[in-house]
């Protein structure tokens, strides 16, 4: 008999969300893994665990790790996800024996199916996972397309609740240490954290638009790439969506299927000493998944930690922050008004989703399902889908030539950006 659980899962999505898997409405079955080191402890050499590189897309470092001694495979170190995670078609093609089955929900309205790897060892620069059980879903053909990557896996709470990570945006480098052997001397902010069912909080003010101050409790989420995700309760509660000035539009797609919220600012978040000016936040619509939770106000994702050298200290419950030289950049919404995703077997097609409603985009004449094949007559077949998002959050007044295929047709248009909000 197959044995069935629920868990909620956060799906990774372009402009909002991130990939976490939420510990809310976990099984006995899993959720007793939650807080438990595995009995056979993954090792590590000091050496071995310092200066590791990463690549940071989508506001989300990725991480080169081996699989039961084999690849090179891309994970997201993913502070949201309640478990580390590999991809179900990646499992398959390396024998990785899986069994059970659960239910995995997202931002959205739909589910997948996972299920659990047993003995799998993750190798990351010298650091051994060693013979973990693993949970295992298609997660790249959920979010690879919104990605414009491969996305092999995720390095969850199994992962961050055994050492001290220290993620340096900046600079693209990731030290791992042992908590014991973990001595901070710098002059951070530490930020106490809650960790509730393998998921990480903090209490934080917010300065609404009104000028009214109001305390919010916030997941941490590494994988999640906007600034602010606010919750669908306690926007309601605010009364946000009518405070600043808005626009409606589809925020992401993942395994729940695709989202559409109230973008807008509000006026400030502050993390300790750290005041964040202006950010660009979501007002979620939601009516189920988890941005429909009253649990808590929302999310702070990658958006705002890419500002700073970031120390995640699960064993003594902290989190701090060293502001980095990306910190008094401004927060920026997308000046085009286009959701575009990438498709194709090396990801390189790149399809308008959708268009905001007189937005730049939608003003240029462009339509969903149009592909963009040349920007200012340069292939983007020579791109990734994360260069063309910052051509197209950057310098309000900055004109592009667009190479556009609709059908069997070719066509030109002109696109001028614009803040949006």
Not at 97 to 124: N, P
Not at 147 to 174: H, K, M, P
Not at 330 to 350: C, H, N, R
């Amino acid at each position: 008999m197959m044995l069935r659980i629920s868990i909620i899962l956060i799906v990774l999505l372009i402009g909002v969300t991130g990939a976490c898997l939420s510990g809310r409405d976990i099984g006995r079955a899993q959720s007793e893994r939650v807080g438990q080191v595995a009995p056979d402890s993954p090792s590590t050499s000091d050496a071995n665990a310092k200066s590791i590189p990463f690549e940071l897309n989508a506001n989300k470092p990725y991480v080169p790790v081996r699989i039961n001694n084999t690849g090179l495979y891309w994970f997201i170190l993913d502070s949201g996800s309640i478990f580390n995670v590999v991809d179900a078609e990646r499992a398959k093609s390396l024998g990785i024996a899986t069994s059970g089955s659960s239910e995995a929900r997202g931002a959205g309205e739909g589910s997948l199916t996972s299920s659990t790897g047993k003995d799998v060892s993750l190798s990351l620069n010298g650091l051994e996972l060693t013979k973990q059980d693993i949970t295992v879903l298609p997660i790249n053909t959920a979010i690879s397309f919104s990605e414009g990557r491969t996305v092999d896996g995720l390095l969850g709470y199994d992962f961050f609740n055994r050492f001290v990570i220290e993620i340096d945006y900046a600079n693209g480098r990731i030290n791992i240490s042992e908590p014991q052997m973990f001595n901070y001397t710098g002059k951070g902010e530490s930020i106490p954290l809650e960790i509730k069912r393998g998921n990480i909080f903090i209490s934080a003010p917010l300065v609404l638009p009104s000028g009214k101050r109001v305390m919010g409790t916030f997941l941490v989420d590494t994988g999640w790439r906007s600034a602010l995700s606010l919750n669908t309760p306690f926007v309601q509660a605010q009364r946000l969506s009518a405070m600043t000035r808005t626009v409606v539009a589809t925020t992401g797609v993942g395994i729940g299927g695709a989202t559409t919220e109230a973008v807008g600012r509000i006026e400030s978040l502050q993390l300790g000493r750290y005041i964040i000016k202006n950010p660009v936040s979501t007002f979620s619509k939601a009516k189920s998944g988890v941005l429909a939770e009253d649990g808590m106000s929302g999310v702070v994702g990658g958006e705002v930690l890419r500002r700073f050298k970031v120390i995640f200290d699960y064993p003594h419950h902290r989190m701090i922050l060293e502001s980095n030289v990306n910190f008094d950049e401004p927060y920026e919404f997308d000046m085009s008004g286009l959701f575009v995703t990438a498709e194709g077997k090396d990801l390189k097609i790149f399809k308008v989703y959708k268009a905001i409603a007189n937005s730049p985009g939608f003003e240029a004449g462009l339509h969903e399902g149009d592909l963009i094949q040349a920007i200012n007559n340069r292939p983007t077949a020579g791109m990734s889908l994360e260069q063309i998002r910052q051509m197209f959050k950057q310098e309000s007044g900055k004109e592009y030539l667009l190479s556009v295929r609709r059908g069997d047709k070719m066509l030109e248009t002109k696109i001028k950006l614009r803040r949006l909000i």
